[in-house]
């Protein structure tokens, strides 16, 4: 995948139409990173530089390779791959070469036949150009000089003319001088020098310019690394293998060597977040701001709250392009219901996703608070409380006379023998003839 935004969408679009699931987009260098584990999974971690020059784009990838422990069994390893950086640039290519040499063949051309200078903005006679500079560009990646010829050019004249190597690398310099900054950017990203790194790996059609090679050795040699330039993945098949080992290695109908893989995003994500309905100074609410810097790892979440009781436009770029607007419908409808109205402004949360590679706004929700107080317990009455336990004291009371009463009777009867008890029986006697005689005194 390209490192642009809109084309993994365009990418997502088209599998999804065909019926496809997408589970990860991989930029093409770190897919030929997880292709090189294949072959290289050393026990200590080491980083190597993937330097990928194809015709429309320069990418610079580090990654690090080691190896860990897979299952259960006892000494069985899987290699682990992790892209920590990548710096992309669109204008530094192949393709852009080929311009450049097809620009010097047309100046060379009406100089030579100044009558003919509208072959320079004939699309026709440019397009045969461009063929032939492309063609120059192969020979003189092998040969010193070559011999550049279009028959019919423009206006049944032919173009020849005598190119070498050297005046190649004249003209192409000013393009190769950004190879050193974009080295050092993806350095920069990984937070580490080229002292880290322990080898580097080629792949693309453009690097095989010999030129390139020598401003590549020329850069390692000026950081005093002596290593040579590997060339261990194809261009045109590592991406792509790389990318169905990757698919397969979470399927359960495969089984295929297990491989640990994790990607960075190679661009900057910004976001800015304004008020919807609000045309004044007081539409901005948060100033484009970075959210996933460059390195941010795919797959990462970050979520972003503010407190606002209308709707809001989400505004997300990536580096200096506006990526994708949204625009939220129903905040201000909620805030100005009776059931949410009393309640002040509601949080509001915005949650985004890098899945896939591709940073999207996934949801928006707003939260309203509301404070419930408990109701208070009912107080007891003071009287019944008193009158409560005065009837349990008079309760007590009475159960430890009766309890005194039954002691003593227990106490005359265990005293005594035959004759004791018949007197115990005759004061029973005796109470009950005081007893009788109570009511007659009253008389």
């Not at 051309?109 to 004939?122: E, Q, R, Y």
């Not at 006679?125 to 000089?145: C, D, F, G, M």
């Not at 995003?265 to 045309?279: C, G, H, K, W, Y």
Request: overall charge negative; hydrophobic content about 35%.
């Amino acid at each position: 995948m390209d490192g642009a935004q809109h084309v993994g969408v365009l990418v997502v679009d088209a599998a999804e139409i065909a019926g496809f699931r997408v589970k990860l987009l991989a930029h093409e260098t770190s897919a030929a990173a997880l292709q090189r584990s294949m072959d290289f999974d050393p026990v200590e971690p080491e980083k190597q530089i993937i330097f990928n020059m194809g015709a429309k784009k320069t990418e610079v990838c580090v990654a690090e390779f080691h190896q860990r422990q897979a299952g259960m069994v006892k000494g069985k390893t899987a290699p682990v791959v992790h892209v920590e950086a990548c710096a992309v640039d669109n204008n530094l290519g192949g393709h852009q070469i080929d311009i450049q040499i097809a620009e010097w063949l047309m100046k060379r051309f009406v100089d030579k036949n100044p009558k003919l200078s509208g072959a320079a903005s004939f699309p026709r006679a440019y397009k045969k150009i461009l063929v032939a500079a492309n063609k120059a560009k192969h020979v003189l990646s092998a040969n010193k000089e070559t011999m550049v010829s279009v028959e019919s050019f423009y206006e049944d004249t032919d173009l020849k003319d005598k190119m070498t190597r050297a005046e190649l690398e004249e003209m192409i310099q000013p393009s190769l001088d950004k190879i050193d900054p974009l080295i050092d950017e993806a350095l920069n990203i990984a937070n580490c020098t080229m002292a880290n790194i322990t080898g580097v790996e080629t792949m693309g059609g453009a690097w095989r310019i010999p030129r390139v090679q020598h401003e590549l050795h020329r850069y390692f040699k000026s950081h005093d690394k002596e290593f040579d330039v590997a060339q261990h993945l194809n261009g045109e098949e590592a991406a792509v293998t790389a990318c169905t080992m990757q698919a397969v290695n979470g399927s359960s109908s495969f089984r295929v060597r297990k491989v640990f893989f994790s990607d960075t995003l190679s661009r900057t994500f910004d976001v800015e977040i304004n008020r919807a309905e609000v045309d004044d100074e007081t539409k901005v609410i948060k100033p484009q701001f970075e959210l996933f810097p460059p390195g941010s790892k795919v797959g990462g979440k970050k979520k972003i709250s503010m407190n606002e009781d209308g709707d809001v436009e989400v505004k997300l770029w990536e580096g200096d392009k506006l990526s994708a607007t949204y625009l939220t419908t129903d905040i201000k409808t909620y805030s100005e219901s009776d059931k949410y109205k009393d309640l002040g402004k509601p949080k509001v949360s915005a949650i985004f996703s890098s899945a896939n590679g591709l940073v999207t706004l996934t949801s928006v929700s707003a939260t309203w608070e509301e404070l419930v107080y408990p109701e208070p317990e009912p107080e007891s009455n003071s009287t019944d409380t008193n009158s409560t336990t005065n009837s349990t004291e008079t309760e007590g009371e009475k159960e430890g006379e009766e309890g005194d009463k039954k002691a003593e009777g227990d106490e005359e009867k265990t005293v005594g023998a035959d004759g004791e008890e018949k007197e115990g029986e005759g004061a029973k006697e005796g109470e009950e003839g005081e007893e009788k005689k109570a009511p007659e005194a009253k008389k």
